[in-house]
């Protein structure tokens, strides 16, 4: 952040500059106290397989990752693709029983996708996803809905307020924002 010519870190910022600061900052400090370190395979084969293999992992958790409704390690924490001669298996892992729901979510999503697939050419297939996007993204949110509000109310109760009070103490009487120190 620049500093004017008198000091002020702040001089100048509107509330609106702040708050589009703010949020994608507090949205990421919430997401990064669970969301953990993520493993990812090291791949030092450069053959034309890896860019394959890689693809099929970005899949495989990416379909984790929805799968995984509430943030806790009793729901699905990992997938898995397993290819056979005759179809592509996907595998679900969780400390605790995969649940029904999830399988059935997983299902429906997969089938749409499938769909998706089927079009014989490029272009066929451009349409067909671009008219199911937006379903397959209400699935994919009302299925996590539980996770989603659960970070919501993280932001809500523990990271909004304080950045509300620090704005609000920062605005003098006529409205200008004061300058105060930003810690490295």
Not at 15 to 27: A, C, G, Q, S, T
Not at 32 to 54: H, L
Not at 155 to 170: G, M, N, T, Y
Request: with cysteine; charged share 30%.
């Amino acid at each position: 952040m620049m500093a004017s010519e008198d000091g002020n870190l702040l001089a100048g910022l509107t509330r609106k500059v702040l708050r589009r600061f703010y949020e994608p900052l507090l949205l990421l400090e919430a997401l990064g106290e669970v969301r953990g370190e993520r493993i990812k395979p090291d791949s030092t084969v450069d053959d034309a397989g890896t860019n394959q293999r890689k693809i099929r992992r970005s899949f495989a958790d990416g379909i984790a990752y929805v799968c995984a409704y509430r943030r806790d390690g009793d729901y699905v924490t990992a997938a898995a693709l397993e290819r056979t001669p005759e179809e592509t298996i996907v595998w679900l892992a969780a400390n605790t029983t995969v649940e029904k729901k999830v399988v059935e979510f997983l299902s429906r999503l997969l089938n749409e996708l499938q769909r998706i697939s089927r079009h014989e050419n490029a272009h066929s297939r451009q349409r067909a996803r671009s008219q199911s996007i937006d379903h397959i993204r209400s699935m994919v949110i009302g299925f996590n809905a539980p996770r989603i509000t659960h970070y919501y109310r993280l932001v809500v109760q523990k990271f909004a307020s304080p950045c509300l009070e620090v704005i609000r103490s920062a605005r003098q009487p006529d409205g200008k924002l004061l300058s105060f120190p930003v810690s490295a």
